[in-house]
């Protein structure tokens, strides 16, 4: 079973980047996409983007189209979210999710394995 562990919060003033990255740990992710989600206090979790086994598709959110950047390494070892122009209403708990296939999507019932979620505050 693959398990997967977020790093890169932290607290960021408004404009500024962070990268927040995706790592299974004992084992690859195994021709799965990969997708980021956040939740922010009082909302429901929500898509942010996803990225395709192979790389080659990309899907964002329209809130951060543009500002945020999602990849692999070659070794589709470690997924990366680049997170530019942060603005306040980015801050929230970042969760990386695995999907059950290969392809991308923004519905969460479509990935079954989680992380803990890493926490990125932006202020104003």
């Known amino acids: 079973q693959v398990q997967v562990v977020e790093s890169g919060g932290g607290l960021v003033q408004a404009g500024g980047s962070l990268r927040l990255s995706c790592t299974p740990s004992?084992?690859?992710?195994?021709?799965?996409?990969v997708g980021w989600f956040r939740q922010a206090p009082g909302k429901e979790r929500e898509f942010v983007a996803s990225?395709?086994?192979?790389?080659?598709?990309?899907y964002y959110a329209d809130s951060v189209k543009g500002r945020f950047t999602v990849s692999r390494d070659n070794a589709k070892t470690t997924v990366y979210l680049q997170m530019n122009s942060l603005k306040p209403e980015d801050t929230a708990i970042y969760y990386c999710?695995?999907?059950?296939?290969?392809?991308?999507?923004?519905?969460?019932?479509?990935?079954?394995?989680w992380g803990q979620g890493t926490q990125v505050t932006v202020s104003s």
């Open positions: 999710a695995v999907s059950a296939s290969g392809w991308v999507s923004r519905n969460r019932r479509d990935y079954d394995i």
């Open positions: 004992g084992r690859t992710f195994s021709n799965r996409a």
């Open positions: 990225i395709s086994w192979g790389g080659g598709q990309t």
